[in-house]
């Protein structure tokens, strides 16, 4: 252009100062930098560029074997691939070819995000996707939506050339057009460009390791001559499976260590590693009109050419110079002002020397710099990662620039012998190194490509000069993502990023989240005045679970949860309870809370800030993968846990403070039962003041400590208490419940008597509970529920189930009122009187850290129940499913039941028979609502699509009305089935009436709804099955039967329940099993927070019938569990694993903090002594900073305010940091939940004063009598 300029001036056709005026303008537009607006990035074990810093900073080692998971992913594809390769399988530690930095969750993805269906994504390679996922990320990160990308000039610049191209395909059993089209290694950009109809240039970089630096340099010239205004460059790299060839290559200059090991004396080599990662480039002047966060500033950048050299694989120092010597040029600096260089340090022994050969020649040229240089190599930790190493080496320098932090290298130990180090101004080091404030940061960042392709990109810090407010405001911040589970993983993140980044303005974090992030379905929003109380809020959000309740504090503090419709209602409901905000901020907050498009008032409100690099969240990723159901089925084993009752003698004698002299305990019991009888007189002895309860038709006060009552009256129950009254209630210390403690009887032989059961076990039980939570019982109490034979411990013993639903009320009442310990009894009555009161009063005993929540007495010998995982030793019978059988499934119109039905006909053609209380809308309706979409509930057209399946492969589906509480409707509808089908030969139970309150918020006649329907509803399907020819009933319960779950108690009692029928099924001489799933959902859009117990999906599911009808198993738990989750959770998990279990969590997580053990922590200053003012102060920061509570009340109860498990545990580890001497658990806590309880039990130690002296003391002067001296030495002994 500027020689057509030239020549028009020559020819007199052009007036010259307007020629110099053009020229002086084309100087500007090319020669002004551009600006790194955004970064993202998925590299193995790192999600985001937070993860990055802290393994970078903290020198961690990616490079790991080959995952068996990945492994099987890839073979179990097709039956082709298990045949070819699954012999090697066994032999990954000694095959050189499973080393290196490998990417995890490559099978998960977001189809609908991008405008797909989940056939089509099938067909779209792993690298693609994770390409597309990363770069609308970047996009989101530098503040772009969906609608601003639309027909916009923005171009795609890939680095990515995979080896062996095409391999994707062979997971398909048959090669199919659609996935070599979508695979073509070109196409990649433009999978982008298509889904957001982007309209700048799609280019593919290949200068083989160079090529992610190469495309950035490209970016950067397409940007300088207008061929487009924004570019997203990536690098992707991805060895789907390292063994398609029989042998590790000889091509390779592996490492024999398997680690890069850059400028290190021990270089031998390099490893491979994968990533993708993007960056989003553009004009700075852009970036600054657009308020961008600008990461860096790309000043300049070259490349060149080897050229002629001593050979086409070694490096050509000279040209290496030259391309630096070109970017230096390019960015109008030199050698003087660069103060580190993130170089390609392969860690080869020629490759690293011609490297630093290449830049002492650039630089000594350049300068007379002697002030050193750090040279650093992203591969050191994470190996070579191809056509991602040089981008990755970019962001790894940006980062350095922004954290104004070198980190050293890993595996550094001595400097290569053959460098000539000191002859040069670089410096290698494994400390990190840290620049000061004063000077602006600038870095080289260098690739060297096998092809012969040298880049060099030079990088300058940018300085927002930005006037900061002086006071801060309070604000309301919202923060939101499409689902809940996208909006949970957006907090996480959010949360660690904050921590390490606190000096955000309030004013940058509105305008960032408010003004530039779009407002999506799942909500929540935060009142915080700075960077630091938002962490603080945020961080206590994350105490929130999954199904848990909002605590009311919340609302106080200025924290909204609208992550679904409950919470939005209740947000809504308490706007008012925060009082600390504008009417004019108040009435943004409810439109933005009842979902209503705020986006104009934001930016009119918000439109003063600077855009920040948070993070953001915004797939709901699922699994995609060819013949996804056989790829994971032999992970599917991992899912599969057994129980056992283990012996379990007691192993100390301690004393529970609940049995202490003076405290009162309630008696729920039989009359004239000898056993509780016996056991009353014992403790009595004790000092203890028994108050009875008997069994009456209507309220009687017999005496102040015995008492009738109709043990389901509601009136009666809180009479009962108000006689008790509210000072002996603050005596009480334990509650025994034993109305069914009985021997064997009549229980399940009619439905009148398992009624009765109810009442007089969970009914009654919940009924006490209301009470207590009526009354404010909120000091620590024992609550031990005593029944007889409720689960078979020892082999075909007759047992009761019936009975079993008290233990699972008992066990979510300890989790909503965690200052009840509560305990289950289950004994077999075979003894004396003596004896059995003998066993009862010393498991009363047992210190709460010591006694299981559940022990059985069978035939005087104590157990306990254990989870393990599976054991192979299992020699179980194979269920058949029968060609033309009859299969009845209860509660079958729901998501699960149509899967069961689809696995049932993919066994055999079949006629299933579908069981609901509420009937599907009319067949000749079904082709409509699916063509037509016209039902807002999209499962019910999955159920429809899935039965239409079913028939197409040759079996029958019918769907019957039926209530299966109603034992009239139960018999008709059998009766009907064995008329037009014969007889019946499976059955399935399925049905369920969850409500998902608290026992505070149930009514008595809901809570006896949701049992009913399973416990009755089960009793009356069951007696309609003949033992012949039925082959198996099977009954599907819930995890929560073990793990307990708040709002969950009529779920956790049913399920208790269902687990413990298939003994009594089989003692019967019925085929009865129980599989035991965790929380099933093939979208987990609707899934919140982070848990220990994550969700398995419809090939999970699948996988496992499949398994569970192979092996024949009578009870098994079917859950995914991760490890760390469960170790963090370990003091308040409810699932009683068994010792293996627990040593493989502890081998796990031993495996993590051994590649984290070199980060480094911060130096605490222990102090041993503490007055009681500077207790008092502590414990009050603790709880300021867990519950977000100022205002201390000494009589405030930790749970009450608000306290859940979560945030208990993140209180005892504050506590135990404060007060580093003083054993303090969490079973503490729950013994001393209020603030003053606190604060005497740490003055207690920290200031106990010698007791005994001062009683003797005061005798000895006359202040006290000889009988109050005894009693006082009596009470402390």
Not at 119 to 128: N, Y
Not at 410 to 435: C, D, G, L, Q, R
Request: proline letters at 3%; charged letters at 25%.
């Amino acid at each position: 252009m500027s020689k057509k300029i030239l020549s028009l001036v020559e020819e007199n056709k052009l007036d010259t100062n307007l020629a110099l005026n053009l020229l002086d303008e084309m100087e500007k537009e090319t020669s002004e930098p551009l600006a790194i607006v955004g970064m993202s990035l998925r590299f193995p074990n790192v999600s985001n560029l937070d993860d990055l810093w802290t393994g970078l900073i903290n020198k961690k080692d990616f490079v790991t074997e080959f995952s068996k998971e990945r492994f099987d992913l890839i073979v179990n594809s097709n039956p082709k691939l298990h045949d070819m390769y699954n012999h090697l399988k066994n032999n990954l530690t000694n095959d050189p070819r499973s080393y290196g930095s490998w990417l995890t969750n490559i099978e998960q993805f977001d189809p609908e995000q991008f405008g797909l269906n989940e056939h089509e994504a099938q067909f779209m390679g792993p690298a693609e996707r994770l390409f597309l996922q990363v770069a609308l990320e970047s996009l989101y990160m530098a503040g772009y939506k969906e609608n601003h990308l639309k027909d916009s000039n923005t171009g795609v610049f890939i680095a990515h050339t995979p080896h062996p191209a095409f391999d994707y395909l062979n997971l398909f059993e048959e090669k199919d057009e659609r996935a070599f089209i979508s695979n073509i290694p070109a196409n990649l950009g433009y999978h982008l460009s298509y889904a957001f109809d982007l309209k700048g240039p799609v280019m593919t970089i290949n200068t083989s390791c160079s090529s992610s630096l190469a495309a950035v340099h490209v970016a950067k010239n397409a940007l300088k001559q207008g061929d487009c205004n924004l570019a997203v460059v990536a690098g992707v790299n991805l060895n789907l499976f390292p063994y398609w060839e029989e042998e590790a290559p000889d091509y390779v200059v592996r490492s024999t260590k398997y680690r890069c090991s850059p400028f290190d004396e021990s270089a031998d080599g390099i490893i491979g590693g994968e990533g993708v990662a993007a960056i989003v480039l553009k004009r700075l002047s852009d970036a600054i009109n657009d308020n961008n966060h600008i990461h860096a500033v790309l000043k300049g950048s070259s490349i060149s050419s080897d050229g002629a050299s001593n050979g086409m694989q070694v490096p050509n120092p000279d040209a290496q110079s030259k391309a630096i010597m070109d970017a230096l040029d390019d960015a109008k600096l030199s050698f003087n002002d660069i103060d580190f260089v993130e170089a390609h340090g392969a860690g080869t022994q020629v490759g690293d020397l011609l490297e630093v050969e290449g830049l002492k020649k650039a630089y000594l040229q350049k300068s007379n710099k002697t002030v050193e240089c750090q040279l650093g190599s992203i591969k050191s930790n994470f190996g070579h990662m191809g056509d991602a190493a040089g981008i990755a080496g970019l962001i790894k320098a940006v980062l350095s620039i922004e954290k104004r932090t070198v980190p050293g290298l890993n595996h550094f130990v001595a400097e290569n012998p053959k460098i000539s180090f000191k002859e040069t101004p670089f410096k290698v080091s494994s400390e990190n190194k840290t620049f000061d404030e004063h000077k602006i940061l600038r870095a080289g960042v260098n690739s060297i490509g096998i092809s012969g392709t040298n880049v060099h990109v030079v990088l300058e810090e940018y300085r927002h000069h930005k006037q900061e407010q002086v006071t801060e405001k309070l604000t309301p911040l919202f923060i939101s993502s499409k689902t809940r589970r996208a909006l949970w993983d957006q907090i996480k993140t959010l949360a660690s990023h904050l921590k390490n980044n606190e000096n955000y303005s309030i004013q940058d974090l509105a305008y960032t989240l408010n003004n530039r992030r779009s407002h999506e379905q799942s909500r929540v929003c935060i009142f915080a005045s700075d960077c630091h109380e938002l962490l603080r809020k945020v961080e206590r959000l994350l105490n929130v679970r999954t199904f848990e309740k909002v605590p009311k504090n919340f609302y106080t503090q200025g924290i909204f949860l609208a992550d679904e419709h409950e919470t939005q209602v209740d947000s809504i409901k308490n706007l008012d309870e925060f009082t600390a905000s504008s009417s004019a901020d108040k009435a943004l907050m409810q439109r933005y809370l009842e979902g209503n498009n705020v986006t104009e008032e934001c930016r009119e409100l918000f439109k003063d800030g600077q855009l920040l690099p948070l993070p953001v969240s915004i797939f709901n990723t699922r699994r995609i993968w060819p013949s996804s159901k056989e790829a994971f089925q032999n992970q599917t084993k991992e899912l599969f846990f057994e129980k056992k009752w283990l012996y379990y003698p007691y192993d100390k004698t301690t004393t529970d403070v609940a049995l202490k002299a003076g405290s009162t305990w309630l008696f729920f019991v039989n009359k004239d039962d000898e056993n509780i009888v016996e056991l009353k007189n014992r403790m009595a002895a004790l000092g203890i003041k028994i108050i009875e309860v008997l069994e009456s038709d209507k309220f009687v006060k017999y005496t102040t400590e015995q008492y009738g009552i109709d043990i389901n009256s509601e009136k009666d129950m809180y009479k009962l208490f108000e006689n008790i009254g509210v000072d002996e209630l603050r005596n009480l210390k334990g509650i025994i419940h034993s109305y069914t403690f009985k021997h064997l009887d009549e229980t399940m032989e009619t439905k009148e008597n398992m009624e009765k059961s109810q009442e007089e076990g969970i009914f009654s039980l919940f009924n006490i509970t209301k009470m207590l939570l009526e009354f404010e019982v909120t000091h620590p109490i024992q609550l031990n529920v005593m029944s007889s034979l409720t689960e078979q411990v020892q082999d075909n013993e007759k047992i009761i189930p019936a009975r079993v639903t008290t233990f699972g009320l008992a066990k979510v009442i300890s989790q909503e009122q965690p200052t009840i310990s509560s305990y289950s009894i289950d004994h077999d009555l075979d003894g004396s009187s003596q004896d059995i009161a003998t066993q009862l009063l010393k498991e009363l005993q047992q210190d709460k850290d010591h006694r299981p929540e559940l022990v059985a007495f069978r035939k005087s010998k104590r157990y306990t129940k254990v989870i393990e995982r599976q054991s192979d030793d299992f020699n179980g019978n194979e269920i058949i499913v029968r060609a033309n059988g009859n299969y009845v499934i209860a509660g079958g119109t729901g998501y699960l039941g149509v899967q069961l039905g689809k696995f049932l006909s993919e066994k055999q053609n079949v006629n299933i028979i579908l069981l609901a209380r509420n009937l599907l809308p009319d067949r000749m309706e079904w082709a409509k609502i699916i063509e037509n979409n016209q039902s807002e509930d999209e499962m019910l057209i999955y159920k429809l699509m899935s039965i239409m399946e079913i028939e197409s492969r040759g079996s029958t589906v019918t769907i019957l009305q039926c209530d299966v509480t109603d034992e009239h409707a139960v018999k008709e509808t059998f009766a009907k089935i064995r008329q037009d089908f014969g007889e019946i030969n499976g059955a399935f139970m399925l049905v369920k009436q969850l409500y998902h309150l608290w026992i505070k918020e149930l009514t008595l006649s809901q809570f006896k709804k949701g049992i009913h329907n399973r416990v009755i509803g089960t009793y009356l399907v069951e007696k309609e099955l003949n033992p012949e020819p039925l082959d198996f009933f099977i009954l599907f319960s819930s995890i929560s039967s073990l793990m307990g779950t708040k709002s969950a108690s009529e779920c956790c009692a049913v399920n208790q329940y269902l687990d413990s029928m298939a003994g009594y099924l089989n003692q019967k001489g019925i085929n009865g099993k129980t599989m035991n799933f965790t929380l099933i959902l093939d979208d987990k859009k609707d899934f919140g927070s982070d848990t220990a117990i994550p969700p398995i999906d419809f090939v999970d599911f699948q996988n496992s019938l499949n398994l569970f009808f192979t092996k024949g198993y009578e009870w098994s738990l079917i859950s995914r569990f991760d490890l760390e989750q469960v170790h963090y959770l370990k003091p308040v998990i409810k699932i009683p694993f068994g010792e293996r279990f627990w040593n493989e969590v502890e081998r796990f997580n031993q495996s993590k903090n051994n590649q984290n053990e070199s980060i480094s922590t911060e130096e605490v200053v222990v102090k041993s002594e503490f007055t009681l003012s500077e207790i008092e102060a502590s414990i009050r920061e603790i709880w300021k900073t867990v519950l977000g509570i100022s205002t201390i009340k000494e009589i405030d109860n930790f749970f009450s305010l608000g306290g859940s498990s979560l945030s208990a545990l993140r209180f005892v580890h504050l506590f135990k940091n404060k007060f580093i001497d003083l054993k303090f658990e969490i079973s503490d806590l729950y013994s001393n939940p209020t603030f003053q309880d606190q604060i005497v039990y740490c003055d207690h130690f920290y200031n106990a004063k010698d007791e005994l002296s001062d009683i003797l003391e005061a005798f000895e002067s006359d202040d006290i009598s000889s009988e109050e001296a005894l009693s006082l030495l009596l009470n402390k002994h």
